[in-house]
């Protein structure tokens, strides 16, 4: 498994495995959840993708339950906060909300140590933008965490660039990563800006709901469906593979966040590394996606 560097003392596995179901799969006990972790280690997976938020703030506990000392140092955790939603410890909040205030980021990053029950965070993302985030009180509060040990890394999710350079500006860290929504469904990012952007400065992006939220198995979608069908077959596996490998072949060296609870489909993530894409095969997938041909 290829592995992407962020920063000098940490890289992450090139495939990630999202856990944001966690908290939904019938069995969450410890044997199970060490088991997915495992079968993810098989394939070189190391990297856990969580968010205070999952499972209606209950995933981070989930997962910490199943850790053992082993199993931490054989893995990168990367976490989320900001969302407040009137769930789980936030059941009294009015209004779902964003909260990138120094208070909560430091409440949060405590919660996530305390619920995994690990003494540090490997990537903390700021969930989503927050229209009334103060850039300094945000990145100072970053920066600190980053300084206290407390957290390795520090980068954002569903950040617009804009977004990006302004919370930059508040700080002195460097922010390593943005996960936001890429897929053939959700292909936007690749020319509206947000990947290039990244490219340019040479930060990797994460993408979450690479496989469009399961839609791209529907076969209504016939053409894309019967494209992606057509280069599985060829290499003896599935259309997620060859939806996720089309991602992988992006120069921007995007890292999929892929999650299920099926030990099966897990122990299969691996697949998309083995698939080489060229850039005809990438175009011919993107033009059933888009519906028509380029320009």
């Known amino acids: 498994m290829d592995r992407i560097t962020l920063t000098d003392t940490l890289d992450l596995s090139r495939l990630v495995y999202g856990m944001w179901r966690l908290g939904d799969d019938a069995d969450t006990s410890v044997d199970h959840i060490r088991n997915k972790i495992s079968a993810c280690l098989d394939q070189g997976i190391t990297t856990m993708d969580q968010a205070d938020i999952y499972g209606g703030y209950e995933a981070e506990e989930i997962m910490g339950h199943a850790l053992t000392p082993e199993l931490r140092n054989q893995i990168e955790i990367v976490t989320k906060c900001d969302i407040v939603a009137p769930v789980g410890r936030y059941a009294d909040a009015k209004v779902k909300y964003y909260d990138t205030s ?88 690749f020319t509206n800006g947000d990947i290039a952007f990244h490219q340019k400065n040479g930060q990797p992006l994460m993408a979450w709901s690479p496989l469009g939220g399961g839609a791209l198995f ?51 993530i691996g697949d998309a590394a083995n698939i080489q894409i060229d850039r005809e095969t990438w175009f011919d997938l993107y033009t059933h996606a888009l519906g028509h041909e380029v320009a």
């Open 102 to 189: 120094r208070a909560h980021i430091m409440a949060s990053v405590d919660h996530s140590l305390r619920l995994m029950k690990i003494d540090h965070i490997d990537l903390l993302l700021i969930h989503r933008p927050d229209p009334l985030m103060d850039h300094h009180e945000t990145g100072a509060a970053l920066d600190d965490i980053v300084a206290s040990g407390k957290v390795r890394a520090v980068g954002v999710s569903n950040f617009r660039p804009y977004d990006w350079e302004l919370l930059q500006s508040g700080m002195t860290t460097k922010l390593v990563t943005n996960q936001i929504e890429i897929s053939l469904l959700h292909h936007a990012p």
């Open 218 to 268: 529907d076969t209504k979608l016939s053409s894309l469906h019967s494209a992606l069908q057509t280069i599985a077959t060829a290499h003896n596996t599935d259309t997620a593979a060859v939806a996720v490998a089309w991602l992988l072949a992006h120069p921007a060296r995007i890292l999929p966040v892929l999650g299920t609870n099926n030990l099966d489909r897990i122990a299969r």
